[in-house]
């Protein structure tokens, strides 16, 4: 699998972007997507992620009510809106993907795909 972040960029607090993951190779449904996020200086940090069956969704606490993770299995795509952005949410969001099986969706080790990065830049 191959996955193609994008829809970084910069905003205003308050503002709004949408991430896009488009996944090529393998099904795109045998895996569980998530969204990951590493500020300057810090450790990568989980951020949201969806089952396979798109029914159970988690959010990191600091997103949550702001971000939505979502996906559109017939483009093979998963998105991640992000609204009333704020200067904390500064960072590389990197898109990945999590094997069947025994589902961790907030540890990283346990997705075996990754993209390659995408910045978003949060102003005051």
């Known amino acids: 699998v191959q996955l193609q972040g994008s829809g970084g960029g910069s905003a205003e607090a308050g503002g709004s972007l949408r991430l896009a993951c488009a996944a090529s190779?393998?099904?795109?449904?045998?895996?569980?997507p998530g969204w990951f996020r590493q500020a300057p200086g810090k450790e990568r940090e989980f951020v949201a992620a969806?089952?396979?069956?798109?029914?159970?969704?988690h959010y990191a606490d600091s997103v949550k009510d702001r971000f939505t993770i979502s996906t559109d299995n017939t483009k093979s795509t998963s998105y991640l809106q992000m609204d009333n952005l704020k200067p904390e949410d500064t960072a590389v969001y990197y898109c990945?993907?999590?094997?069947?099986?025994?589902?961790?969706?907030?540890?990283?080790?346990?997705?075996?795909?990754w993209g390659q990065g995408t910045l978003v830049t949060v102003s005051s």
């Open positions: 990945a993907a999590h094997p069947t099986g025994q589902w961790y969706p907030k540890t990283a080790t346990a997705y075996r795909y």
């Open positions: 190779g393998r099904a795109f449904v045998s895996y569980a």
């Open positions: 969806i089952s396979w069956s798109g029914s159970i969704i």
